[in-house]
């Protein structure tokens, strides 16, 4: 057999084994480059399962994709090699969370069974910021430097409601407003109300308490006449008009 003849043979059988081409490859992990022999891309198995990781020019990993035990998990990083950005699914719902420079998580978008929320957090990892939507009614709360609430918006079964807080997290002030009318209450660092302005369809009316919760103090409108009460400690009460 000839040179020529071999040669011929041997394309024959190559075009036969291309044509039993297998329409699944099995491997432990595959490995991409660019035409200066980096790598680009690996698939590959690891400890917690498959994953998918996405390299730059300089090797850097920029992106990973993959499946463990508690479910998949995306992973954007900086060219620094920084991760800034992931989404991940587990048993308890999805969340999205970003990052800055430092490594510090500064916002969070969350979605589990009793809802969305989503979180701000400042430099120092301390929750600023905080919206969710429950089964009672959305609320936005934002908090102090202490991470203590500073204030609070919510809606409650259709009642819109302001809540102010002092450092400590007590509430100093209170705005909701009722289909019947609106109140303001103001409260003093124990937590008493002190005073309340109530707006409705009979007028506003200011009442004030002393220290003890006592009402000392009711300045309103009588049938469109001002009327003015004052309380005495012993509980005489001083009116005018009379």
């Known amino acids: 057999m000839t040179i020529e003849e071999r040669l011929e043979k041997l394309e024959i059988e190559l075009a036969r084994v291309m044509d039993r081409c297998e329409d699944v490859v099995k491997a432990k992990q595959f490995i991409l480059v660019d ?75 969350t979605v589990v069974k009793d809802g969305p929320v989503l979180r701000l957090f400042d430099e120092n990892g301390k929750i ?25 918006l919510v809606v409650l079964e259709g009642v819109p409601a302001l809540g102010l807080y002092d450092e400590n997290g007590k509430l100093r002030a209170g705005l909701p407003v009722f289909k019947d009318g609106t109140m303001l209450g103001l409260y003093d660092e124990n937590g008493k109300l002190r005073t309340c302005l109530d707006v409705s369809k009979d007028g506003p009316v200011l009442k ?30 001083w009116q005018a008009p009379p």
């Open 35 to 109: 035409d200066n022999g980096k790598t680009r891309a690996s698939l590959g198995m690891f400890e917690d399962g498959p994953g998918l990781a996405l390299f730059d020019e300089k090797g850097k990993t920029l992106a990973t994709l993959g499946v463990g035990k508690d479910g998949p998990r995306l992973r954007l990083f900086d060219e620094n090699g920084m991760p800034r950005a992931f989404l991940l699914v587990d048993k308890d719902g999805t969340a999205l969370g970003l990052v800055d420079e430092n490594g510090e998580a500064r916002a969070c978008l």
């Open 128 to 152: 600023r910021s905080s919206l969710l939507v429950g089964k009672d009614g959305p609320r936005l709360v934002l908090a102090g430097k202490n991470g203590n609430s500073s204030a609070e």
């Open 208 to 237: 004030m308490a002393d220290e003890n919760g006592k009402r000392r103090a009711i300045l309103g409108m009588d049938r469109g006449v001002p009327r003015l009460s004052l309380a005495g400690p012993n509980g005489k009460v």
